[in-house]
């Protein structure tokens, strides 16, 4: 697509105006990619990171305050030993490449996830990055490592009996508002938008809680395949959809 066809877009998709503040995606299709040009699965994840770059600039592009990707679940290590080393040392190369960009476009970077999983040397070059990125007031780039919404809403119920045990909290304290604040999350708006691309119909054991209400956007684009004008396309689905929350069209709001 050239570039004034993609700047029209934008344009049409700033007039309309209804912008999602957060941003979800999984980012599925790599090694399919892969696979249908004879490479290995590695190379679909390294073409991955293109479109990782397009939807960020975009997401700055459009004033989003969040976009959260599903970067490495919690099963993914459960993939062959190769595939997973791989994937680390490509993920330290890309943090270590690209803070900087990040950096000139005011980015701020954020992780969630149970990191000790993580290689020593990832963990620290994460760590590090965050710490260049803090004072950036644009785009929260949130990167869900190690992930499980499983094991999220588990810790957060430990953490939840942890403070009754320990007379911090009473039992009838509990809501759903308070429950959030528990989540890997409670700083961010939840998702208003999540995206699935190579057409898979499933969550994933993603944001389970966060998403009750989200939009959901599936694609049968490959994530490497992923960039700009896609994205572009599903937040223009996103701003024709009708949001109710329960409720009706139109329905005026409740007045005590």
């Given at each position: 697509?050239?570039?004034?066809?993609?700047?029209?877009?934008?344009?049409?998709?700033?007039?309309?105006?209804?912008?999602?503040?957060?941003?979800?995606?999984?980012?599925d299709?790599?090694?399919?990619?892969?696979?249908?040009?004879?490479?290995?699965?590695?190379?679909?994840?390294?073409?991955?990171?293109?479109?990782?770059?397009?939807?960020?600039?975009a997401?700055?592009?459009?004033?989003?305050?969040?976009?959260?990707?599903?970067?490495f679940?919690?099963?993914?290590?459960?993939?062959?030993?190769?595939?997973?080393?791989?994937?680390?040392?490509?993920l330290?190369?890309?943090?270590?490449?690209?803070?900087?960009?990040?950096?000139?476009?005011?980015?701020?970077?954020?992780?969630?996830?149970?990191?000790?999983?993580?290689?020593?040397?990832?963990?620290?070059?994460?760590?590090?990055?965050i710490?260049?990125?803090?004072?950036?007031?644009?785009?929260i780039?949130?990167?869900?490592?190690?992930?499980?919404s499983?094991?999220?809403?588990?810790?957060?119920?430990?953490?939840i009996?942890?403070?009754?045990?320990?007379?911090?909290?009473?039992?009838?304290?509990?809501?759903?508002?308070?429950?959030?604040?528990?989540?890997?999350?409670?700083?961010?708006?939840?998702?208003?938008?999540?995206?699935?691309?190579?057409?898979?119909?499933?969550?994933?054991?993603?944001?389970?809680?966060?998403?009750?209400?989200?939009?959901?956007?599936?694609?049968?684009?490959?994530w490497?395949?992923?960039g700009?004008?896609e994205?572009?396309?599903a937040?223009?689905?996103?701003?024709?959809?009708?949001?109710?929350?329960?409720?009706?069209?139109?329905?005026?709001?409740?007045?005590?």
């Open positions: 697509m050239k570039d004034f066809e993609l700047q029209q877009l934008k344009g049409e998709i700033l007039t309309h105006g209804k912008i999602p503040r957060h941003v979800a995606i999984i980012m299709g790599n090694g399919r990619w892969a696979r249908r040009r004879g490479l290995p699965r590695v190379a679909g994840h390294r073409a991955g990171i293109n479109s990782v770059r397009e939807v960020v600039t997401c700055s592009e459009l004033g989003i305050e969040v976009l959260t990707l599903y970067t679940s919690k099963e993914n290590w459960q993939r062959p030993e190769e595939e997973v080393t791989a994937l680390m040392r490509l330290l190369m890309t943090i270590k490449k690209e803070v900087y960009e990040l950096n000139k476009n005011n980015v701020r970077l954020s992780i969630m996830g149970e990191l000790n999983d993580l290689p020593a040397v990832t963990r620290k070059s994460l760590v590090d990055s710490e260049i990125l803090k004072k950036n007031t644009g785009l780039l949130n990167l869900a490592l190690s992930y499980s499983r094991r999220e809403i588990i810790s957060a119920v430990s953490s009996c942890r403070d009754i045990q320990n007379q911090n909290l009473r039992p009838e304290q509990i809501d759903e508002q308070l429950f959030s604040r528990y989540l890997y999350t409670a700083n961010f708006p939840d998702p208003d938008l999540l995206i699935r691309t190579s057409g898979e119909l499933r969550i994933s054991n993603f944001l389970l809680w966060q998403i009750a209400y989200a939009e959901l956007y599936i694609s049968d684009i490959l490497p395949d992923f700009k004008y994205f572009y396309k937040i223009q689905a996103y701003q024709l959809r009708d949001r109710r929350f329960g409720k009706i069209t139109n329905q005026p709001m409740m007045v005590n």
